[in-house]
């Protein structure tokens, strides 16, 4: 029975996806926007994956809060012909497409963007899921009573072991509203809020990000240059189901280029807070594990 609802509950979502892709092939309309609004979304893409795009945003169109313009994140070495066709539209639909160099991987979701928007807050989003309608909304309602914090969807919570600090030490319970700033772990592909100003300016050091993080690790990054900031974090908690996000069926070219393991993912969170200098933070706010 529980193998079949996966199947049905795939099967769903790959119609939903296909509802999408068929509607952006046939309306041309631009992508709607917001002139007074002081946050922009931006997502981050790569060949393997981009023909999921068209998709993607034309669900973000439903949108009931909507930002300032629409960003896509491509390394230059992805495309050495220029853009597919199918990003040339969405371009034509008013998709800012920003190029950038020396591809940073999976932090080019975030970190190209708020270098070229620095006073401007940003929501990020991924490339392989389709949104419901008001997940940005309730982010933007959130920052209006939470000036100046960071906030997401769905997180999780760090804790200590006996005094030790690993990336796998995390409370048994999901964060919500009333964990703590420090233990918020966001799970990033749900969407989360980064206000202007929000993150350490260390973490624009691209020499830095290919030696800690050469690929997956988006969220260790932006966790620990956000804690290094003193920047509040909000968990909101958000239930995860098919009303908040829901995952394109993945095949063998859209899974994550990136795929390390647990060592090497506890790796890169270890030099990641010793890069921002926060062990010592971490050690004295996080709590101890429940036994």
């Known amino acids: 029975m529980r ?3 996966k199947h049905l509950v795939k ?11 068929f509607l952006a092939k046939i ?12 946050f922009v979304v931006s997502i981050a893409s790569y060949p393997k994956r981009d023909h999921l795009l068209p998709a993607v945003f034309q669900a973000l169109t439903k949108q009931t809060v909507v930002p300032k313009n629409w960003i896509l994140v491509l390394s230059n070495e992805d495309y050495p012909n220029g853009l597919p066709t199918h990003l040339k539209i969405l371009q034509r639909k008013g998709l800012e497409v920003l190029w950038v160099y020396d591809n940073p991987y999976a932090v080019k979701k975030l970190i190209p963007t708020i270098e070229k928007y620095p006073d401007l807050a940003v929501i990020t989003f991924d490339d ?4 419901g309608v008001r997940i940005i ?4 309602d959130a920052s209006r009573q939470n000036k100046d914090a960071i906030i997401g969807h769905v997180g999780q919570k760090f804790v200590k072991i006996n005094g030790v600090l690993n990336f ?9 509203l009333s964990t703590p700033s420090g233990q918020v772990y966001f799970l990033g592909g749900s969407g989360t809020y980064y206000p202007a100003y929000s993150l350490d300016e260390r973490v624009c050091d691209i020499k830095a990000i290919h030696r800690i993080v050469p690929g997956r690790g988006s969220d260790i990054w932006f966790w620990a240059a956000a804690v290094a ?34 060592d090497v993912m506890k790796s890169r969170f270890q030099l ?9 933070k971490l050690l004295e706010i996080l709590p101890e594990k429940d036994k």
């Open 3 to 5: 193998s079949l609802i």
């Open 229 to 262: 900031k003193g920047t509040k974090q909000i968990c909101l908690g958000s239930k995860t189901n098919s009303s908040l996000y829901f995952p394109i069926p993945s095949s063998k070219e859209t899974k994550p280029l990136d795929t390390p393991g647990a």
């Open 272 to 280: 990641a807070i010793d890069y921002f200098g926060i062990r010592e």
């Open 137 to 140: 909304e309730k982010l933007i």
């Open 168 to 176: 796998k030490f995390r409370s048994s319970k999901a964060a919500d």
């Open 11 to 21: 099967l769903r979502n790959y119609s939903v996806f296909k509802k999408y892709d």
């Open 27 to 38: 309306i041309t309309k631009k992508l709607p926007v917001d002139e007074n609004a002081n």
């Open 128 to 131: 392989e899921l389709i949104y």
